[in-house]
């Protein structure tokens, strides 16, 4: 089984940044794909950011060109950098692993089978 942890989470104002962590545990290298989801109260739980083990990032159109999702091998770490924050990116934020053979793309929920407890993330106007 795989485990996942977050760190990172906080307040802040708008414009500002946050950096979250994703430290993954267990069996690892059964993992083929990292992504990032959110869930706002009120809303469905929604795909940021994904990544390929070793391979290219996605991204919801919501954040692109001010999230990145990287990913430290040697540390069984993902990141996800969030600059120019707004208001409506509050909401708590879930790591998630995908290390079985169904698929349904990077930003969908039903493709992951490994989740975090999760990390909020307030931003203030």
């Known amino acids: 089984q795989v485990q996942l942890m977050e760190s990172g989470g906080g307040s802040v104002q708008a414009g500002g940044s946050l950096r979250l962590s994703c430290a993954a545990s267990g069996y690892t290298y059964s993992i083929n794909w990292m992504g990032w989801f959110r869930h706002a109260p009120g809303q469905e739980r929604g795909g940021v950011a994904a990544?390929?083990?070793?391979?290219?990032?996605y991204y919801a159109d919501s954040v692109k060109g001010r999230f990145t999702i990287s990913q430290d091998n040697a540390k069984n770490t993902v990141y996800l950098q969030m600059n120019s924050l707004k208001p409506e990116d509050t909401a708590m934020y879930y790591c998630a692993g995908q290390s079985r053979t169904r698929w349904y793309g990077p930003l969908r929920i039903d493709s992951y089978n490994a989740w975090g407890q999760g990390t909020q993330v307030t931003v203030s106007s």
């Open positions: 990544i390929l083990i070793g391979g290219s990032p």
